[in-house]
């Protein structure tokens, strides 16, 4: 997550697994799922989340829509 304060993880044991669930701290929605599977010189998490749970933005829309603080990600300071 871009900032972490707006998930928190979750032990889910269903379908008879062990896997930690990926929640939205505002809403307590079900995001996805984090796995210890990931480039390790990355910190070795990769997080599987639902595209039902993303909203895409293009770029030149971030300003209007409450999402500038994040225009430096792609560039576009």
Same mark, same amino acid.
């Given at each position: 997550?871009?900032?972490?304060?707006?998930?928190?993880?979750?032990?889910?044991?269903?379908?008879?697994?062990?896997?930690?669930?990926?929640?939205?701290?505002?809403?307590?929605?079900?995001?996805?799922?984090?796995?210890?599977?990931?480039?390790?010189?990355?910190?070795?998490?990769? #997080?599987?989340?639902?595209?039902?749970?993303?909203?895409?933005?293009?770029?030149?829309?971030?300003?209007?829509?409450? #999402?500038?603080? #994040?225009? #430096?990600?792609?560039?576009?300071?």
């Amino acid at each position: 997550p871009i900032e972490k304060r707006g998930v928190k993880e979750k032990a889910d044991f269903s379908l008879g697994m062990h896997r930690v669930e990926v929640r939205s701290k505002e809403a307590d929605s079900h995001l996805g799922h984090v796995f210890n599977d990931g480039p390790q010189d990355q910190g070795g998490l990769r #997080y599987c989340i639902n595209a039902a749970a993303l909203r895409f933005i293009p770029v030149e829309k971030l300003e209007e829509e409450g #999402y500038g603080e #994040y225009k #430096y990600l792609f560039g576009k300071e």
